[in-house]
T-cell receptor
Framework: KQEVTQIPAALSVPEGENLVLNCSFT??????LQWFRQDPGKGLTSLLL?????REQTSGRLNASLDKSSGRSTLYIAASQPGDSATYLC??????????????FGTGTRLTVIP | DVKVTQSSRYLVKRTGEKVFLECVQD?????MFWYRQDPGLGLRLIYF???????EKGDIPEGYSVSREKKERFSLILESASTNQTSMYLC?????????????FGNGTRLTVT
């Protein structure tokens, strides 16, 4: 069964710093990988989706990379701001599923950006 | 923008009560999901549905049932609530099949069973 790990569980950085969040998964047979943001007490908001054939995706100050063969993805946040403080989760969609297609989630990295 | 709406943000129920959690999406998505989220355990899939009146068990279906009578609405039912069902419940939807569209989540329902 696919297992998704995110280390560290928590991270604090001063405002303006660039940072990298890590995600690793055990089975490289994935269809895509998604990064989500979750604010306290709220649902998840999709940030970026990388298809298995892609190496990276960018949206504004966010850049997500995927190395499928090594089972790793990173989320790079440039020039961090206090508003970036949230929990970031990654999730993989296995390649061998049909139908509704479940996602396997990591437990997230809680990011605090200090003003 | 896709909107997934969960009817309650917070619920407090007593042990043994029957509990209904409602979820509605407005993008005509075929797939709908119910997850629960617990500290240290992440999101775990309870049930999903890929069409009206169709349902499939996820990883932790015990103690739960679901109903999908209309495409836009997916209900999670706790037949007899127990304290170990205290959790954050998240509903999500997505287009059909093997899709590269992201999952869209509601804001969650925090359920406390006393």
């Amino acid at each position: 069964k696919q297992e998704v790990t995110q280390i560290p569980a928590a991270l604090s950085v001063p405002e303006g710093e660039n940072l990298v969040l890590n995600c690793s998964f055990t089975d490289s047979a994935i269809y895509n990988l998604q990064w989500f943001r979750q604010d306290p007490g709220k649902g998840l908001t999709s940030l970026l989706l990388i298809q298995s054939s892609q190496r990276e995706q960018t949206s504004g100050r966010l850049n997500a990379s995927l190395d499928k063969s090594s089972g790793r993805s990173t989320l790079y946040i440039a020039a961090s701001q206090p508003g970036d403080s949230a929990t970031y989760l990654c999730a993989v969609r296995p390649a061998d599923q049909t139908g509704a297609n479940n996602l396997f989630f990591g437990t997230g990295t809680r990011l605090t950006v200090i003003p | 923008d896709v909107k997934v709406t969960q009817s309650s943000r917070y619920l407090v129920k007593r042990t043994g009560e029957k509990v209904f959690l409602e979820c509605v999406q407005d993008m005509d998505h075929e797939n709908m999901f119910w997850y629960r989220q617990d500290p240290g355990l992440g999101l775990r899939l309870i049930y999903f549905s890929y069409d009206v009146k169709m349902k499939e068990k996820g990883d932790i279906p015990e103690g739960y049932s679901v109903s999908r009578e209309k495409k836009e609405r997916f209900s999670l039912i706790l037949e007899s609530a127990s304290t170990n069902q205290t959790s954050m419940y998240l509903c999500a939807s997505s287009p059909p099949g093997h899709s590269n569209s992201p999952l869209h989540f509601g804001n969650g329902t925090r359920l406390t069973v006393t």
